[in-house]
T-cell receptor, first 114, second 115 residues
Framework: RKEVEQDPGPFNVPEGATVAFNCTYS??????FFWYRQDCRKEPKLLMS???SGNEDGRFTAQLNRASQYISLLIRDSKLSDSATYLC???????????????FGAGTRLFVKA | DTGVSQDPRHKITKRGQNVTFRCDPI?????LYWYRQTLGQGPEFLTY????????KSRLLSDRFSAERPKGSFSTLEIQRTEQGDSAMYLC?????????????FGQGTRLTVV
């Protein structure tokens, strides 16, 4: 089983739609959670961190469910510019004191159509 | 530019040759990561440094791969006897020494093509 798994894509949605992505992680000791955005042939960039109480940034809402070990990302009122790959990421201990590594899911491709 | 810098941006090499990539992290970041990414996949963890110490190396990583960070600043990733399956984007990322709840900042990557 992969350490971080995401919904298979692609998601094709019209402008203005609401779309949700889910992600599960296997290591219950995982400590921090993130969503990254990656545009075609570009490096990943942080979209938002995911906090235990859930958090919102404009049209984007992230949720964390530690009991079920999944995180989600909701995008409301989709824009053409939201078309990208969304990567779920989890920080976990690297096996040595004080060390952390970030493990990524395979990503979910989103296409927003006019 | 104070972001993560990788060099070269592109590398084409013949099978069997050795290649070396360089990463310069953000100056105050003590954590440095190498990832490999192929088309349609997320970044795959390769190895992690905290200062000059290599704290973890993926079990999936062949012995042909080695990474160093001799002075805790820049890092190099070497691939010996390259194979066509090594063709991928090699991404470097760094993060600051402020606990686990910190994002990774990525460089633009080195795209390797083995012919």
């Amino acid at each position: 089983r992969k350490e971080v798994e995401q919904d298979p894509g692609p998601f094709n949605v019209p402008e203005g739609a609401t779309v949700a992505f889910n992600c599960t992680y296997s290591n219950s000791a995982s400590q921090s959670f993130f969503w990254y955005r990656q545009d075609c042939r570009k490096e990943p960039k942080l979209l938002m961190s995911v906090y235990s109480s859930g958090n919102e940034d404009g049209r984007f809402t992230a949720q964390l469910n530690r009991a079920s070990q999944y995180i989600s990302l909701l995008i409301r009122d989709s824009k053409l510019s939201d078309s990208a790959t969304y990567l779920c990421a989890v920080n976990m201990g690297s096996g040595r004191a004080g060390g952390f590594k970030t493990i990524f899911g395979a990503g979910t491709r989103l296409f927003v159509k006019a | 530019d104070t972001g993560v810098s990788q060099d070269p941006r592109h590398k084409i090499t013949k099978r069997g040759q050795n290649v070396t990539f360089r990463c310069d992290p953000i100056s105050e970041h003590n954590r440095l990561y190498w990832y490999r990414q192929t088309l349609g996949q997320g970044p795959e963890f390769l190895t992690y440094f905290q200062n000059e110490a290599q704290l973890e190396k993926s079990r999936l990583l062949s012995d042909r791969f080695s990474a160093e960070r001799p002075k805790g600043s820049f890092s190099t990733l070497e691939i010996q006897r390259t194979e066509q399956g090594d063709s991928a984007m090699y991404l470097c990322a760094s993060s600051p020494p402020t606990g686990s709840n910190t994002e990774a900042f990525f460089g633009q990557g080195t795209r390797l093509t083995v012919v």
